[in-house]
């Protein structure tokens, strides 16, 4: 073996054109010689495996058990392999179709030979989901290995991921977590000056991070090819190198060939190549020369974009679950009900598994998207289930404040947000054939015998008199709910005046409508004095790239304008107005429903499309007169520039200035691009399903093509006073993805008040993501976040327990509430020492 003098004088003269050894010292650092002396790689086995991708799950079913049989063979030929591999579904598999290979697989895991460096449920889109999601894939994740293999993960190796965002390093340092591997975004998107570095949180939050990659190229057959096409920056790098090599996506472990390589380049490479897991590399390296701080975002966008079916189920799947965890409590903590936590999980592996990154960012095929709507279903269905049994155990002993015969049905509005709803509500009843037909007015009346006023909005059944759908206004209280009686009024009231002026004044906002061309002239806001011209136009793009956009920067050209087809208003009332206003393109349909408000400071627009025209993307544009940008993320708020390429987006993104700001909530739409003050919200995206196109395409083909047919979704404008956080708009964001539940009732005593709360937050800029039962006993688990980048304390009382909480700036902390206080936990809900 050649000595490290030899190595170096090799190196220096290959690499660098450098004759002696005294040449590079004067060129490079004393410390930079050295490394050049000592430079190791650490050569990771592993399979990068795809659950779902190009395939549905049951093939790679099949295919995951050869590629352990195969890495537990290569474990026997050779006694320095190691294997890293940890993804609990998938470990699953092998228990239920092989117990015999899952047991020698624990076996490995006991000795060391194989690697659980994976501390999360799957490899996720880390961008569409919410921070909670992120928080359980580290729960349940992590939990599973303790439970199954006796030990936690101090390693997420999150190789193919798309993005990071800048809460990574603060969830990993609270749920046992020290390093973290990534790949993507590479370094033509995000400049590193070393793969290893130590990551950052906005709350100060540290990991070491290596991006795998930088140097040498992973999962790749020839590895002396890669190996020599990366030395020279191997050798001049700060670290020493984390190489991973394997068979990548459809499975297969580290070849003989591979390892064979490996032994041989062991005697005659510059470089000393080790068997190693990932955490050998990390434990081998001295604290990082670099240092990064905020959020890992691809140039590759299309993920963000792609698919917003899935992305959509994904957030409904989220409320339903911390709906139901919420009202289980409830019903457990102060009516005995039992709580359903294996049912609970259940729905949550269902969603994780979903989240994995290929699923959620839309790169999979389409019938992978069959399979995931149906295990999203699954969650969903079932968790309104036990909402709907918690709620239902408690709405039956409210004392109503219904009592006379002829007006039988009263609404309890529940709540479950932790901060009171202040809004409008829409809820219908049924008469026939329980009762007389009825089509008249409607108002509401609470057992104190205030009045709420409602508007008559359209059923969604087509029968008269059988049902009546209304809206009001009213507010809820926190985590709680509020009964009303149902009055008929025995009035008349149509849905729409007589009254088809497109102008109109909402108390708060002067409207005016272009006849022409069916878009929102002017908003004149007559508190801010902020004039809006035709928000949120809807607008077509040419888009030739692929699946994940590796072939484009952006979207192409903006192509021809929308044409008007129809305009009228569709509903006037004491509450509200909308009009819908339709348009063609080409073969396509879009129906925009502009809805505003008695003396709101928002308006709400609804898109029905039903979209035909491939590779193209469909957008609303709007000209804000903003240009700081606030984007909601997984637990923060990210101030981002400009960007020509999507970017990812969560509930809401606001466009601010000294006089306040235009904050868009949208429940269907996660991604936007933004210029100056314009922005561009992406409503779909119609590329080829899995289109990773090697060479142009097959004119000849009929390929599947995304997001064809109807698509709909909700966007609601908020112009306000002050920033993001003076306007609440993280809560408001929520209450409008996850509006209050409506239970109809018929008149009854009870035990329980018509009206009540059975939580208080005091807090100017922490929320709560979740409230939950503890996995291991029956003390109650809170997780908060602080949004805003400020100090603050915080009051909590849940459960007849009140605790002083101190949040820092952008801190998530995980709290038991048990035996009348409240400590701090970590994610996995274990104390911290």
Sequence with gaps: MPSPLAKTETLCYTHYKIQTLEEAVKRFSLYDTQAAIMKKIFMIGNTHFDPVWLWRWDEAMASIHSTFRSALDRMNEDPDFTYSFATPPVFEWIRNTDPALFAEIAQRVEEGRWELAEGWYVQPDCYSASGESYARQGLLGQRYLKKTFGRYSDTVFNIDSFGHPAVIPQLLQKSHVQYYCMCRPEKHHVPLSSPYFLWEGRDGSTVRAFRAGQFAEIYTKDLPAAIEAASADIAAADCDELMVYGVTNHGGAPTKQAIADIRRLQGESEFDLIFSGVRGYFEAQEKPALSFTGEFITGDYGVYHNNHEIKRRNRRTEYALLNAEKASVLAYKHYGRPYP??????????????????????????????DAYHGLGRATLTAEEITQYALQNITHKIRTPGRNPDHPWNLVVWNLHTVPYKGYIEAEVQWLHEFPAYSGGILLEDADGNRFPCQIILERSVIEGFRSRFVFEAEIPAMGYRAFRVVKTEEASPRCSDDTSLSFDTGRFDVSIDGATGLLEKITDNVTKRVLSAPLKPACYADDGDTWCFNVEHHGALLEPFSLRSLRITERGIHRTTFRAEYTFRSSRVVLYYTFYQNKNYFDVRYSVNWMEPHTVLTLDFETGCTQRIVSAPFSAERRKDALADQPMGEWLTMQDD??????????????????????????????????????????????????????????????????????????????????????????????????????????????????????????????????????SVTLSLCGIRAELPMSPYEIKTVRLHDGHAEEVYITEDAIL
């Design 659 to 792: 006089r306040g700001g235009v904050s868009f909530l949208a429940d269907s739409l996660f991604s936007y691009t933004s210029e100056g003050s314009a922005v561009s919200l992406n409503v779909l995206r119609s590329c080829i399903f899995g289109d990773l196109r090697l060479s142009d395409l097959d004119p000849t083909a009929d390929y599947p093509i995304m997001e064809q047919g109807l698509t709909d979704g909700r966007v609601r404008v908020v112009i306000h006073e002050g920033d993001f956080v003076r306007a609440e708009i993280p809560a408001h964001a929520a209450a409008f993805n996850e509006p209050p539940i409506v239970i109809c009732e018929a008149n009854h005593d009870g035990t329980e008040p018509a009206q009540q709360s059975f939580l208080s937050l005091a807090a100017a800029h922490t929320a709560i993501s979740a409230i939950k039962l503890c996995e291991d006993d029956d003390s109650i688990i809170v997780r908060l976040c602080e949004y805003a980048g400020c100090e603050e």
């Design 341 to 370: 936590r294996e049912a609970l999980n259940d729905c949550w592996k269902d969603l994780l598994f979903n989240q994995f990154h290929d699923i959620l960012g839309g790169a999979s095929i389409r019938e992978a998207y069959t």
